[in-house]
Nanobody, 120 residues
């Protein structure tokens, strides 16, 4: 069984920084794509950043130059460093992991979500 736990959200003033973490534990053979999504009140969940198993990254235009995604494969953990935060970054942030748990089973897992609130 796999558990995915997020941490690092909170309240910060505009211009500040936060670092989110998402760690998977359990019977994991390998990790593939790891991503962060966010969902603001009344809006759809959208992709913020992703990092492939080989290290390549992608970012939403709205966060380019301010956010940085990274991963530690040995710890099955993905991070999101968020700098120069803006009020419009306020949302619940979710990690999304593609994990292999057996020789034949590869599946997607979501974190529980962590609230990020940026005050103006």
């Amino acid at each position: 069984q796999v558990q995915v736990v997020e941490s690092g959200g909170g309240l910060v003033q505009a211009g500040g920084s936060l670092r989110l973490s998402c760690a998977a534990s359990g019977s994991i053979l390998s990790t593939y794509g790891m991503s962060w999504y966010r969902q603001a009140p009344g809006k759809q969940r959208v992709l913020v950043a992703s990092v492939r198993s080989g290290g390549g990254t992608n970012y939403a235009d709205s966060v380019k130059g301010r956010f940085s995604i990274s991963r530690d494969n040995a710890k099955n953990t993905v991070y999101l460093q968020m700098n120069s935060l803006k009020p419009e970054d306020t949302a619940v942030y979710y990690c999304h992991l593609i994990l292999q748990t057996t020789v034949t089973d590869i599946a997607a897992y979501w974190g529980q979500g962590t609230q990020v609130t940026v005050s103006s």
